[in-house]
């Protein structure tokens, strides 16, 4: 098994009901090929850069799970029939680099306390 993100766009996201439904349905997919989710992130609506098909804005969520490398294209597949999906891109997750992100976040934050606590 391997780690994945997977970044979704959806352009017409309607009411709050409707978009936990939409997130339930992207989880579902991924279990439903032999997956399993360990993170979600709703990374809310963002202007696009230019416009896209006459849309001007889209709604972001990015979903992290393990899954056979064998299946992600079956994933892709499935994910090909859902109409509400703008855009899609799976990536595998990197350890190596997840680790250094969360040194340097570590790092980051060691830092920022001894500075407020040579301020005070």
Not at 52 to 59: D, M, R, V
Not at 87 to 106: G, H, M
């Amino acid at each position: 098994m391997k780690q994945y993100d997977a970044n979704f766009i959806f352009v017409q996201t309607g009411r709050d009901d409707a978009w936990t439904k939409t997130i339930e349905r992207m989880q579902s997919e991924i279990t439903r090929i032999g997956g399993t989710i360990i993170s979600t992130e709703e990374r809310g609506k963002k202007t696009f850069a230019r416009i896209q098909q006459k849309k001007e804005s889209g709604t972001y969520l990015t979903i992290r799970f393990e899954l056979d490398p064998a299946k992600v294209n079956e994933l892709r597949a499935r994910y090909a029939l859902i109409e509400e999906i703008f855009r899609l891109q799976i990536l595998a997750v990197d350890p190596i680099i997840e680790a250094k992100l969360a040194k340097q976040a570590a790092d980051k934050k060691a830092r920022l306390e001894a500075a407020a606590t040579a301020e005070a």
